[in-house]
């Protein structure tokens, strides 16, 4: 009788949410339907003002590494405003063009755009262009539908994807914490985040022992808890038995390199394993770079440099024009050319940059002559083989590449800077 009441009471307050909202929407819509966004942009100096966009990629990375480097070879001449918006998406930008172009009074626009479109960032950081997908009402019963549905851990690893760790970790805690059973993705997660981020390794051993007693049969948490076991001497024994184990498993060849190398600090068993997995052709190209640099490190003929460059460079091209072309879809192409129209019609510089890895190709197709084009592919192709992937990326949240490190940072801008800054035969309008 009493859930009879509850189930009435519930509907009563739905439908009185319903009719405020709708009484809201109506005032909001004849006051201010055509309302921007805050961009809170201060005013620019007079200099020859360069306005980067993009998102995480750009926020507090590459434009500051610019600046920089422009004060060096032409000091005073330029200022470079990051407009970087970590966890938007192309939307924003179509939504804002405009007044930025207004506030900023921009001679140059360079931009790297599009990649958080992929992640479907829907419900938790996305715009929205329908007004139901805003009202309060949807946003209630997309939660007693999210919490039917277990989505709110998608949602927390769709965060983690677009750089939002601490935002998705604390979702993916109280999950945690109510006994919330999660996918094996989560478990690693939250154990990486206890133990790097909080350096609390005790509570990173325990997720991944609940982790291992709901999924028994996962390798990977089995083998990250050895990290995790590597810090305390109680745990020797157990150590000892899993590290047996994964010396049979020739997949993990490279990983328990890595364990001895970093965790063990013993190059000799580092070096055994990664030329287990180097000659069962299961070593990954940037750990070929790593095993190179550590058989030199230890007085030994590193690997042929061509052996390091993996598949043939047209086969890169291919492969990676076919994931650029994949991202367009058709919402971003539409919210990207609008960007660049803009972006034309004020007769601006524009200089658009692919994402590190991916083919400009597809981009240069899908918005035609009227704008300049920077490619960081092969750049950081050659990076990656040189140097190490770690070196260039401090995470690989896009699959095939992540956010740069300042090393990476320092290579995309002295790219830029080489293409278009310094070359002699070539001026950007003033």
Not at 29 to 48: A, E, F, G, T, V
Not at 283 to 304: F, H, M, Q, T
Request: hydrophobic share 40%; glycine share 4%.
């Amino acid at each position: 009788m009493r859930l009879k009441y509850i189930k009435i009471l519930l509907l009563i307050s739905l439908g009185l949410l319903v009719f405020l909202e709708a009484v809201f929407f109506s005032f909001n819509y004849l006051s201010s339907s055509n309302k921007k966004d805050d961009l809170n942009i201060k005013p620019m100096p007079s200099k020859h003002r360069i306005l980067c966009l993009g998102e995480s990629t750009t926020e507090g990375g590459y434009p500051k590494v610019l600046q920089e480097k422009l004060d060096l070879i032409h000091p005073g001449k330029y200022f470079v405003y990051d407009f970087g918006k970590t966890a938007v998406t192309s939307s924003y930008f179509k939504r804002n063009i405009e007044s930025i172009i207004k506030a900023v009074k921009p001679h140059t626009v360079i931009s790297m755009l599009g990649i958080n479109d992929n992640f479907m960032l829907s419900q938790a950081i996305s715009h929205k262009e329908s007004w139901y997908h805003n009202s309060l009402t949807y946003r209630v019963l997309l939660l007693i539908q999210d919490y039917k549905k277990n989505s709110f851990e998608l949602q927390a690893l769709r965060l983690i994807n677009a750089n939002k760790r601490d935002y998705g970790f604390f979702i993916l805690k109280t999950l945690y914490q109510f006994n919330k059973t999660l996918l094996p993705e989560s478990y690693l997660f939250l154990a990486d985040y206890y133990d790097q981020d909080k350096q609390d390794f005790k509570e990173s051993l325990a997720i991944l022992n609940a982790a291992l007693e709901i999924y028994p049969k996962d390798q990977d948490i089995r083998f990250n808890r050895l990290w995790s076991l590597n810090e305390f001497p109680e745990s020797k024994e157990l150590l000892a038995k899993e590290l047996q184990y994964f010396t049979q498993v020739e997949s993990y060849f490279d990983d328990l390199a890595d364990f001895y190398l970093n965790a063990v600090q013993d190059k000799k068993m580092a070096l055994q394993f990664y030329e287990k997995s180097y000659t069962l052709k299961l070593l990954p190209p940037r750990k070929k770079v790593l095993y190179s640099n550590l058989l030199i490190a230890e007085g030994s003929p590193g690997l042929d440099q061509e052996l390091l460059r993996g598949p043939k460079n047209i086969e890169n091209n291919m492969i990676s024009q076919t994931i650029e072309r994949t991202r367009l879809t058709p919402s971003l192409v539409d919210n990207l050319s609008y960007v660049f129209e803009r972006v034309g019609s004020a007769s601006l510089n524009s200089i658009v940059m692919s994402y590190p890895l991916r083919s400009i190709i597809p981009t240069k197709e899908m918005l035609g002559a009227n704008h300049l084009y920077l490619s960081n592919e092969e750049v950081f192709k050659k990076a990656i083989s040189d140097l190490g992937y770690h070196v260039v990326f401090s995470d690989s949240f896009a699959g095939d590449f992540g956010h740069l490190t300042s090393k990476g940072q320092e290579i995309l801008v002295d790219h830029l800077v080489k293409t278009f800054f310094k070359n002699a035969s070539f001026k950007l309008k003033e």
